[in-house]
């Protein structure tokens, strides 16, 4: 073997270009490519089958290419220590745990429970996912094993959704704040399904008061939980930085109104917020967060079928959600997705954020957003450093669809003088463009767009002529080019040779 193999760094460069099947192929080239693949390939382990796959098949019996059925999984001799020794050799590199609770699962821990080490099996591992999928109690005695100390991130779902899955799931959460207590805990995440018809609101809230380190936090919880005194709980966590809120039917402002007494300063460190509800919902938590640190803000505001009542008594609502986050004047990152109707006069609150770096607007069809030229001027020179543009005002090709035209390109190479990557939908049909020419040509600058990315695109064959010459004069700079059916990434580069 070349020597050039034993060069660890070389090799950890070339298996990260690989999947995860192809990791654990290289891994029999040689001993240098073993030892480098081990921690990628068992960086993260699906289910108590997978971890099982770590014990010889002499001991543990496999099925068809390699796979270990539970439901049928009984030990064909007794574990030596050789076998443990095989089995710690590859577990110390396990980092993420994905432990489903199911009767197969339960009733294969409990019969290898009294075989494993008294040391943890997992003694590296940081981050846990358990997912509940049938009804059942689970046995905290055996869940402990899978949540050593060493775990800093947990994740709780609940499968198809029954009151007797829950029933289970409260006793996970409540172990969570006595027996199986994790003192290095910093990120907690929820996740139920909408049909939920039992509150669990109490016992997130038990777990947020019990765990002060919590970081980030993400709650997705069905419509039957009380989201208020979760909130109250997750706005008094003095150390979280990253909060992503899920409303599923988009109302808990709605059913509980009591939200709007959330104090003023809520979530005191707070640095990347995540929403998605309805517009009233978002107003009042994002005007409880200071605005000192906030740098990235993720929405999704939907009225879920129901956009008259937000457009009769809630388009204030929605004015006061942008009005908040044009005051947030150290945002670096905003992406919003509308499904419900907005203007320009209310999404142009956004151009307070000076800082923003990268700006995505998304619109659904039947969301009415009409962008003219003057309203990209605007963004354009108010938004100086921004780097990355996309704006989407459709969902497919339907006669709502809003294409932006030559004329609005034009302008985004005249005033968006630092963009490197842009995303659109474009009509470059020349019927659409009448009147306009490139003599008009914009200035290049040296920090000129590098990306263009059409994802939907209106275009004929003369379009594609003009729109190849139009980006080489406008964006010199520019190395990638995707315009979907059509030549005009082929016109741009013989365009671009001239």
């Known amino acids: 073997m070349n020597a050039l193999w034993d060069i660890p760094e070389l090799v950890q460069i070339i298996l990260g270009f690989l999947d995860q099947p192809t990791q654990a192929k290289a891994a029999l080239v040689c001993r240098t490519f ?7 390939v068992w960086k ?5 089958g997978h971890l099982l796959q770590l014990f010889p098949e002499d001991a543990v019996p496999r099925a068809l290419k390699g796979y270990i059925d539970l439901g049928t999984f009984t030990l064909k001799r007794a574990l030596q220590q050789s076998d ?14 994905v432990f489903p609770i199911d009767a197969s699962s339960q009733r294969v821990s409990q019969e290898l429970a009294p075989l494993f080490p008294l040391t943890t099996i997992l003694p590296n591992l940081t981050s846990v996912r358990v997912d509940i999928l049938e009804p059942l109690q689970p046995d905290l005695e055996l869940v402990r094993i899978f949540l050593p100390p060493t775990v800093t991130e947990v994740e709780l779902g609940v499968g198809q959704e029954a009151d007797e899955q829950l029933s ?4 996970i959460l409540e172990g969570l704040t006595a027996e199986m207590k ?3 805990l910093n990120s907690f995440a929820i996740r139920t399904e909408r049909s939920s018809r039992t509150d669990t609101g109490s016992s997130v809230s038990n777990i947020l008061q019990c765990y002060q380190g919590i970081e980030t936090l993400e709650l997705a919880m069905g419509r039957s939980h009380h989201i208020l005194e979760v909130l109250r709980s997750a706005a008094e966590l003095p150390h979280l930085r990253r909060f992503k809120m899920t409303d599923p039917d988009g109302y808990y402002a709605k059913r509980e109104p009591e939200i709007c007494t959330l104090p003023l300063g809520s979530f005191p460190v707070l640095e990347s917020l995540e929403l998605c509800s309805a517009p009233d919902c978002l107003g009042t938590l994002l005007s409880r967060v200071p605005s000192k640190n906030v740098r990235n803000v993720q929405l999704k505001m939907n009225a879920q079928g129901h956009p008259q009542e937000f457009e009769a008594a809630g388009g204030t609502s929605i004015m006061d959600c942008f009005r908040t986050i044009g005051g947030f004047v150290h945002l670096k990152v905003l992406d919003v997705a509308l499904g419900v109707r907005t203007t320009w006069d209310t999404l142009e609150n956004i151009l307070g954020c000076k800082e923003l770096e990268t700006l995505k607007i998304v619109v659904g069809w039947d969301c009415n957003l009409e962008l003219e030229e003057c309203h990209l001027e605007q963004m354009g020179r108010a938004c100086r450093n921004l780097h990355a543009l996309q704006l989407r005002l459709f969902r497919d090709y339907r006669p709502q669809t809003k294409f932006l035209k030559l004329s609005h390109l034009h302008v985004i190479a005249t005033e968006f003088r630092n963009l490197r990557k842009l995303t659109i939908a474009s009509d470059a049909r020349v019927a659409s463009n009448s009147g306009f020419s490139l003599v008009d040509r914009a200035l290049a600058t040296q920090y000129s767009l590098q990306e263009l990315d059409v994802d939907m695109s209106l275009i004929d064959q003369e379009g594609e002529k003009v729109v190849g010459r139009m980006l080489a004069l406008w964006w010199p700079n520019l190395v990638e080019v995707t315009w979907p059916d059509s030549n005009c990434a082929w016109h741009w580069s013989a365009a671009y040779e001239l």
């Not at 577990?91 to 745990?97: A, G, L, N």
């Not at 289970?168 to 006793?171: M, R, V």
């Open 44 to 48: 993260t382990v699906y289910g108590l």
């Open 34 to 40: 073993w030892l480098q693949s081990l921690p990628l």
């Open 182 to 184: 994790l003192p290095n």
């Open 84 to 97: 443990w020794d095989r089995f710690t050799l590859h577990s110390q590199h396990i980092r993420r745990f």
């Open 168 to 171: 289970g799931y409260q006793w």
